[in-house]
């Protein structure tokens, strides 16, 4: 079994940052691509940024030259570095990965999101 766990979410002011951490853990032969998505109230859950195994990012444009996605293979865990943060960055946050628990099979996982709010 694997469980993704999100960490780092809560209160800051506008302009100001915060840093989410997800650290991936069980069965875990390998760990793909991994990324973060966002739902705010009432709106659709949007993807934020992705890094893939060889760290090339990608990154919505709302959140470009703000947010900067990284992951620490030693210890299977994707950061979001999130600065100069919007009130309209508030959301849930939510940590995704595609895994291989074996040469074989890979699947999907995602933790359970970190709330994320900004005051203006």
């Known amino acids: 079994q694997v469980q993704l766990v999100e960490s780092g979410g809560g209160l800051v002011q506008a302009g100001g940052s915060l840093r989410l951490s997800c650290a991936a853990s069980?069965?875990?032969?390998?760990?793909?691509?991994m990324a973060w998505y966002r739902q705010a109230p009432g709106r659709q859950r949007e993807l934020v940024a992705t890094?893939?195994?060889?760290?090339?990012?990608n990154y919505a444009d709302s959140v470009k030259g703000r947010f900067t996605i990284s992951r620490d293979n030693a210890k299977n865990t994707v950061y979001l570095q999130m600065n100069s943060l919007k009130p309209e960055d508030t959301a849930v946050y939510y940590c995704?990965?595609?895994?291989?628990?074996?040469?074989?099979?890979?699947?999907?996982?995602w933790g359970p999101g970190t709330q994320v709010t900004v005051s203006a």
């Open positions: 069980g069965d875990i032969f390998s760990i793909n691509a």
């Open positions: 890094i893939t195994s060889g760290v090339r990012t």
């Open positions: 995704n990965g595609d895994i291989n628990i074996s040469t074989r099979r890979a699947y999907i996982y």
